[in-house]
């Protein structure tokens, strides 16, 4: 089943913010939901599920990022008609490296994933407590980092 969701149907429903759950470390959803969609993180949630068998997540804590869609904001607008959420010539105000291919690292040396993971959970936590949000990724086969700045609704 396909499900399409237009943000000014939505908007007209009296919804204005939508939130789901996504990997931080999976860099392809981080790109989708934060350039694509406009959507920002700002809540970091470790173990979200507790123990998950999928192959995806094998090995590995449940964490989750928030993914917050604020349907009226100018990021969504700018991401909807295809152009950057934030200004690319911004300097952001901290970035976070993630690894770019999870899953070749967690099956090549898991006790290194685990050790990614647990730095890039404390650091953005910390990130979040300063009032940061995740505004931006930046992602190729290579490399992928989280933009971070201040955010208000």
Known sequence: MKYTIRPCETLRA?????EWTFDPLRAK???????????IARCYQPDYY?????????????DRLIAEWHLSSIRVKRAMAGKAPRPSKAQ?????E????????RQSNPAEARRRQLAVRKQLQEFFAQKLAITGFEYDVRSARYLLDPYED
């Open 14 to 18: 009296g919804i204005g913010l939508i």
């Open 50 to 62: 507790g123990e998950v068998e999928s192959r995806f997540q094998r090995g590995l804590p449940s």
């Open 92 to 96: 952001p105000v901290a970035t976070l």
């Open 98 to 105: 993630i690894p770019a291919n999870i899953d070749g690292l």
């Open 29 to 39: 959803n981080a790109f989708l939901n934060i350039v694509r969609l406009g959507a």
